[in-house]
């Protein structure tokens, strides 16, 4: 039986739906290895080339501000002709930076984190991007608003695997899944349909865009200039080792302070 042929008209519509879903799938994939493979790449090159001076500079100026605090509320008791106890002293500052010490505790979590992370090779990372291109084409509910239950649950799981970077599970997937050619099943909709999936798909690519954009101004996508630059990397390195030797000497500074205030007021030492 000859297949019915399309006016030209809808000929038409037809190849700009499926210009319009391939475009919707690179920047979708684009999105994901952004959020997935990209990003862990970029913190980890981020702590090893700055980031964990980064850290040990924003843990000298916590220890600079609470030895600060301490020759503050140690002069005010010695002005009040009261021995300072260092023991309640450190209470206090202790109290009073609490958030910044939970910080500090944050950031080391998220380093060691970091430097246990492995990287996914080149050859697995292109071999991963590929099959999930085919899932989301195939099994995206945006590109495929008929799908049933079962394509939407391996969907979800197809996503997961993506962004733990389970390569095994994405073959597994891809295996176990029949694929149809996208254009086979745009020959049946009528001319309304693809009017209403050309303009789902050309807003929904736009939102994509804008995701995109937005991403490349946040941490650590926009670090991605200066590690790149190494001219630029090396004076950020050099910036660092001043800034951490300034805040060195200024902790060295409060602490002798301190122990002079205590020791002048014969305050009460810790033991």
Sequence with gaps: MDTLALDPKTELLKAEVEELRKRFIALYTQKEALLSTE???????YL?????TQYENYK???EVRAS???VELAQSLINRDQKPDVKLIDSQVSTELKEHYEQIEQQQKEL???QKAGTISKFDLTEMRDIYRVLVKRLHPDLNPEQNEPEAELFVKAQAAYHTQNLGLLREMIMRLKMDEDVDTLVNKSEETLDDMKTRLQRQIAEIEHDI?????T??????????????LAKAKEELKQKNEELTEQKRLY???????????QGTMAN
Excluded: C, H, S, W
């Excluded at 990003?39 to 090159?45: A, T, W």
């Excluded at 090893?48 to 964990?52: H, M, T």
């Excluded at 954009?213 to 101004?217: N, Q, V």
């Excluded at 941490?219 to 001219?231: E, G, S, V």
């Design 255 to 265: 602490e002798e302070r301190f122990r002079l205030i205590i020791n002048n007021g």
């Design 219 to 232: 941490f650590p996508f926009n670090m991605r200039t200066l590690l790149d630059d190494p001219d630029a």
């Design 68 to 70: 600060k605090r301490k």
């Design 213 to 217: 954009a937005y991403l490349r101004t």
């Design 48 to 52: 090893q080339e700055i980031g964990q």
């Design 39 to 45: 990003k862990d790449d970029l913190y980890i090159r």
């Design 112 to 114: 060691k984190a970091a």
């Design 60 to 62: 000298l100026q916590v």
